[in-house]
C-alpha cells in the first residue's frame, strides 16, 4: 500500500488539486486535522450481516451505507452547519474518494476522509495502524496550505467492518516518533481486536468497543465536537454514548457500556 501511495504522490504533483508530500513538511504548528479512514460496506468481500444490496455495494461510494447514507461519514459532515465542505476527489483503485472539510468556527481545523474500497479493508486496516503509530506520515496541498494526514492528524479513526473477524495482520505497529496520538475505532468489538495491535503503538484511545455496534457518523461527529473543545476522554467518550444512544433507540447505560474509553 505504501508502494501505491508513492505512485499516486508522483501523479498529484502533475495532475491532482491534492499534493502529497512526505513526513510534515511545512505544516503550521496551529493547524489541526482529523483523518477518518473508512473501510466501505461491502457483503460480498466482508464477513458482515448483509445489508440491503444497494447500500452494501463497497464498490460505490456515493450509496454506500458508511459513507453516502443519510447517516454515512461524507453526507453527514456534509449536511452539517459547521463544517464547510471543500473538496473531493478519488485517489486511486482503493481509496475511491477523499473528502475534505474545514471547520466554520474553528480556525485552521480540517476533516479529511478516506473511502476505502470494500474489498481493500485489509489495506485500510493497516493504513489506519500505520498512521496511528506515526510509521505514516504525510501532508497534502490544499490552496496553498500544507494539511497533515496520516500519522501527522492529531486524531486518528477507523470506521466499518471489524476486519480482525476474517483475517489477521503479522506486522507491528511500534510508535518510532513518542507521540502519542488520539484514535476512534468505531467497529465491533473494536477493544477486543484492535488492541494487540496497538499496545505499543503509543495512542490514546477516546472511543473504542466493547460489543457489536452501527459504525455510522453521528457518534464520531459528536467526539469530534468535543475533542475540538479539548474535553477530556470521559467526556468525549459520553458525547459519543449520547448520540449513538439516541439514533440507535437504546439505553444510554447500553450506549456507554458499548463504548468505551481509555486502556
Not at 483475517?167 to 494487540?196: G, Q
Not at 476522554?233 to 444510554?252: L, W
Amino acid at each position: 500500500m505504501k508502494g501505491i501511495r508513492i505512485l499516486f504522490a508522483l501523479s498529484f504533483l502533475i495532475f491532482g488539486s491534492f499534493t502529497l508530500k512526505a513526513d510534515n513538511q511545512g505544516i503550521n504548528k496551529k493547524t489541526k486535522t482529523i483523518h477518518i479512514f473508512v473501510a466501505l460496506c461491502d457483503n460480498k468481500y466482508q464477513g458482515i450481516v448483509k445489508v440491503p444490496e444497494e447500500i452494501g455495494n463497497g464498490q460505490d461510494p456515493e450509496n454506500n451505507l458508511y459513507w453516502g447514507c443519510a447517516y454515512g461519514i461524507k453526507t453527514y459532515f456534509k449536511r452539517s452547519k459547521e463544517w464547510k465542505f471543500i473538496k473531493s476527489e478519488k485517489l486511486n483503485s482503493i481509496v475511491l474518494e477523499r473528502v475534505v472539510f474545514k471547520h466554520i468556527t474553528e480556525k485552521d481545523t480540517y476533516l479529511v476522509a478516506d473511502a476505502y474500497d470494500g474489498r481493500y479493508i485489509k489495506e485500510c486496516t493497516k493504513d489506519f495502524l500505520s498512521a496511528s503509530s506515526g510509521i505514516e506520515k504525510n501532508t497534502i496541498e490544499l490552496n496553498g496550505k500544507t494539511i497533515g494526514i496520516d500519522g501527522n492528524a492529531g486524531l486518528i479513526s477507523y470506521i466499518g467492518h471489524n476486519g480482525f473477524m476474517d483475517f489477521n495482520i503479522r506486522n507491528k505497529y511500534v510508535n518510532k516518533d513518542k507521540k502519542k496520538r488520539d484514535i476512534i475505532i468505531l467497529a465491533c468489538y473494536s477493544k477486543l481486536y484492535f488492541s494487540k495491535h496497538l499496545n505499543s503503538a503509543n495512542v490514546n484511545p477516546l472511543i473504542w468497543t466493547t460489543g457489536r455496534m452501527a459504525p455510522e457518523a453521528y457518534t464520531i461527529y459528536e467526539a469530534v465536537n468535543g475533542y475540538l473543545k479539548k474535553e477530556d476522554n470521559e467526556k468525549i467518550r459520553e458525547r459519543g454514548a449520547e448520540a449513538y444512544s439516541k439514533y440507535q433507540k437504546c439505553s444510554k447505560k447500553a450506549a456507554r457500556n458499548l463504548l468505551v474509553t481509555g486502556w
